[in-house]
């Protein structure tokens, strides 16, 4: 898919390409922490408010959850090499699957998520095309990005 952002240039439109597997291989080359999820926002208000952050959103998906009792298989969605909110549905008992365009991502989520069974699936989010239904879809700032 191709953004296009920027000035144009001369009457002509500058395509840069900003989404898919390339631009997130080499984004996730480095990736070690939250570097993607938090980065942003722990650089300018700080690492503690990136997981004040993340705690308060969990604790709205918990009420939600509470509120739906039938949800059993989530799929998250960009999940980022922190795997945070991967731990939290983990934690609370939800079957997972994760997808991610970068097989570096999945990688490093695999290597924090330890033995897990958690199945991972390298695809687009724009193409998905999965084994399974689920009851939930999880994306938190996926689209940011």
């Known amino acids: ?32 922490g939250i570097t993607v999820s938090g980065g942003v926002v722990s650089w300018f208000k700080g690492r503690k408010k990136y997981f004040e952050n993340m705690k308060r959103i969990q604790e709205e998906v918990f009420n939600f959850l509470k509120k739906h009792k039938g949800i059993k298989d989530v799929l998250e ?7 945070i909110n991967s731990r939290f549905f983990l934690n609370k008992g939800y079957n997972l699957d994760l997808v991610d365009c970068s097989s570096n991502t999945l990688r490093l989520a695999k290597e ?3 033995n897990e069974k958690v199945r991972l699936y390298e695809q687009d989010m724009i193409d998905l095309n999965l084994p399974k239904k689920y009851d939930l879809i999880f994306i938190l700032g996926t689209f940011l990005h």
């Open 112 to 114: 924090k998520l330890g």
């Open 1 to 32: 898919m191709i953004k296009y952002g920027g000035d144009k240039e001369k009457g002509k439109e500058n395509p840069r390409k900003t989404w898919g597997k390339e631009i997130w291989e080499r984004k996730s080359k480095y990736q070690r």
């Open 77 to 83: 969605i960009g999940p980022g090499p922190d795997v």
